[in-house]
């Protein structure tokens, strides 16, 4: 189907975005522009604006004289970004702490139920798309539209590796007690005690992801 939106390079940078995410393009491949133009029903000059966008994200990187490809996360950008996005997501939860209404928890425990279940389930990919929104809605209470873009742009790039980690031994019910300690601190409006469960929470993503890479080197570039 043929896109005309007015922003075009707009909309197929969010089409590849998410073609990404879902794993239909996968790290390290090659984004073969005649091909995804003729897919789209574009001319080339869109794309090429659209994958510009993606690079900036991190999400797609630029090889002079051989074109674009999927970005691959390293072990060692994962060093780096897991500690920043857990001082940044740390503060959103002491804000969210001091702003959330009583209206606003409700909603936070129905998601945590409803964690939960997908938890007792077993159901990863069902439970990591309620752990993104309950993250993005503690994100939003926090009320800091700057934290909130520097960490938009940090998760699409975690994005690609987040999901891998609750396949680890044992990392699913961790992650739900973590999940669960942070909300009893926002119930509490205990700010301190939520900032230092969620740097927990994000500390212990990356210590799984590092023990399911040593244990299956070849999950991650």
């Known amino acids: ?6 922003s075009l390079h707009d909309e197929v940078a969010g089409q590849l975005r998410e073609r990404i995410f879902a794993g239909e393009l996968v790290p390290g491949m090659f984004l073969d522009e005649v091909r995804l133009a003729q897919e789209m029903s574009i001319s080339r000059t869109p794309l090429r604006e659209a994958l510009k ?3 900036a994200e991190g999400l ?20 780096e970004i897991f500690p920043v996005i857990a001082l940044l997501e740390g503060r959103c939860a002491f804000e969210a702490a001091q702003h959330a ?25 069902e439970y990591y798309e309620t ?7 503690i994100i939003a209470l926090a009320r800091n539209r700057w934290l909130a873009g520097v960490i938009g742009d940090l998760r699409k790039i975690v994005k690609l590796a987040r999901l891998q980690q609750l396949h680890a031994p044992g990392r699913l019910d961790q992650s739900l007690a973590e999940h669960l300690a942070v909300f009893a601190a926002l119930k509490a409006r205990d700010a301190e005690g939520a900032e230092a469960a969620m740097r927990t929470h994000l ?7 590092r023990e399911l890479a040593r244990a299956q080197p070849r999950r991650l570039a």
């Open 1 to 6: 189907m043929r896109l005309v939106h007015n």
């Open 203 to 209: 500390q212990r993503q990356r210590g799984a992801l």
């Open 53 to 55: 966008v993606l690079t």
């Open 131 to 137: 752990n993104f929104a309950i993250h993005e809605t």
């Open 101 to 125: 209404t009583d209206g606003d928890l409700q909603a936070l425990e129905e998601l945590h139920q409803k964690l939960a279940r997908h938890a007792r389930a077993r159901r990863i990919n």
């Open 60 to 79: 797609v990187r630029h090889e002079p004289r051989r074109g674009c490809f999927v970005n691959e996360v390293t072990e060692q950008d994962l060093d």
